[in-house]
Nanobody, 123 residues
Framework: QVELVESGGGLAQSGGSLSLSCEGR????????MRWYRQALGRERELVAE???????????QYADDVKGRFFVSGDMSKTILNLQMNYLRPEDTATYFC?????????????WGQGTQVTVSS
């Protein structure tokens, strides 16, 4: 059984910082892309940040417009590790954050989701 497990999150004040981590567990051979999504109450799940491998062996990152300059994604695709540093948090960042990844195991890439971790930002 391969799974993604998130940690971190919690409660922060507006303007504060929190960090999230996601780690793949089980027999696997890395990922070619991993992402953080979030879902606030009553809203659809949205992509926050992504890191993916390029054909030349490098990596690239992408961010949702409202987190650019505040959130920073990092990770190690070979180890199926993903991190998110969240700075200058705002109350509207309050949501459940989910790790997502395209992980190679049992002969092919499969899309996995973590169970989610709560981030609450007070004003």
């Amino acid at each position: 059984q391969v799974e993604l497990v998130e940690s971190g999150g919690g409660l922060a004040q507006s303007g504060g910082s929190l960090s999230l981590s996601c780690e793949g567990r089980g027999s696997r051979s890395g990922a070619y892309g991993m992402r953080w999504y979030r879902q606030a109450l009553g809203r659809e799940r949205e992509l926050v940040a992504e890191i993916s491998l390029t054909p030349t062996g490098g990596s690239r990152t992408q961010y949702a417009d409202d987190v650019k300059g505040r959130f920073f994604v990092s990770g190690d695709m070979s180890k199926t590790i993903l991190n998110l540093q969240m700075n200058y948090l705002r109350p509207e960042d309050t949501a459940t954050y989910f790790c997502n990844g395209d992980v190679y195991y049992s002969g092919r890439y499969r899309t996995l989701w973590g169970q989610g971790t709560q981030v609450t930002v007070s004003s």
